[in-house]
C-alpha cells in the first residue's frame, strides 16, 4: 500500500531535550515537506527537499532541522524543543516537484512540549 | 504575501441540506487543490483544477475555479455525514502551494 508513515503519532517532552520524528514512504517520490498545523492557522511549510541532499527551508523553519540521506527517509529534528513548538506535524510527499502535484500526507504526529 | 481565505471557518447542517464553502485570494494562482482532512489523519486530495472556469465533479462534491484563477468553490449536494471535515485548499505559485487556514464542516445525521 502507498503510504507516507509517521513515528511516533504523539510526543510529550520536555523543554530542551532533543528529538527527531521520523518520516518515511514508499512511493519513491522525489518531493518531501514538513508542515505544521495550529488552529486558525492552516499548513505552515517548515522544511522541504526536492530530492536526496537537497533540502530547503520553507515559511517557519527556525528551531528545526531536516536531512535527506536517502530518498524514502526525511526526519524532522526539534534540537532544543521549546512550548511554542507545540503542534501537530505533518509530513508530505509528491511525486514531481512544482506546485501542481499532488501531495501524500503521513497520519500526523501530535507534539507537546511542556 | 499572497494569502488564500476560507470561508466559513466553521459550517455545521443537517444531513441533505447543500452547502457551498469558497477559497478567495487577491493573486492569480496556475492550480488550486482541494484537500479533506478527517480527525486523527492528514489531509487526502480530492481534486485539482487548473484551468480558469473549470469545473470538476466528484460524486456530490462540484469544484470550481474561478475565471481569473483567483478563487475557488466546492459545492456539496445533498450532505452526508460521512462528509464531515476540515476542508482545505491550497493554490499553487511559484514552485509553493499557498494554503488556506480550512473550513471545518460537520454534518448532523
Known amino acids: 500500500e502507498a503510504q507516507v508513515t509517521q513515528n511516533p503519532r504523539y510526543l510529550i517532552t520536555v523543554t530542551g531535550k532533543k528529538l527527531t520524528v521520523t518520516c518515511s514512504q514508499n512511493?519513491?517520490?522525489?518531493?518531501m515537506s514538513w508542515y505544521r498545523q495550529d488552529p486558525g492557522l492552516g499548513l505552515r511549510q517548515i522544511y522541504y527537499s526536492m530530492n536526496v541532499e537537497v533540502t530547503d527551508k520553507g515559511d517557519v523553519p527556525e528551531g528545526y532541522k531536516v536531512s535527506r540521506k536517502e530518498k524514502r527517509n526525511f526526519p524532522l529534528i526539534l534540537e532544543s524543543p521549546s512550548p511554542n513548538q507545540t503542534s501537530l506535524y505533518f509530513c508530505?510527499?509528491?511525486?514531481?516537484?512544482?506546485?501542481?502535484?499532488?501531495?501524500?500526507f503521513g497520519n500526523g504526529t501530535r507534539l507537546t512540549v511542556t | 504575501t499572497q494569502l488564500l481565505e476560507q470561508s466559513p471557518q466553521f459550517l455545521s447542517i443537517q444531513e441533505g441540506e447543500n452547502l457551498t464553502v469558497y477559497c478567495n485570494s487577491s493573486s492569480v494562482f496556475s492550480s488550486l487543490q482541494w484537500y479533506r482532512q478527517e480527525p486523527g489523519e492528514g489531509p487526502v486530495l480530492l481534486v485539482t483544477?487548473?484551468?480558469g472556469g473549470e469545473v470538476k465533479k466528484l460524486k456530490r462534491l462540484t469544484f470550481q475555479f474561478g475565471d481569473a484563477r483567483k478563487d475557488s468553490s466546492l459545492h456539496i449536494t445533498a450532505a452526508q455525514p460521512g462528509d464531515t471535515g476540515l476542508y482545505l485548499c491550497?493554490?499553487?505559485?511559484?514552485?509553493?502551494?499557498?494554503w488556506g487556514a480550512g473550513t471545518k464542516l460537520i454534518i448532523k445525521p
Open positions: 508530505a510527499s509528491s511525486a514531481r516537484t512544482g506546485p501542481n502535484s499532488p501531495l501524500h
Open positions: 483544477v487548473v484551468t
Open positions: 512511493m519513491n517520490h522525489e518531493y
Open positions: 491550497a493554490g499553487g505559485s511559484n514552485y509553493q502551494l499557498i
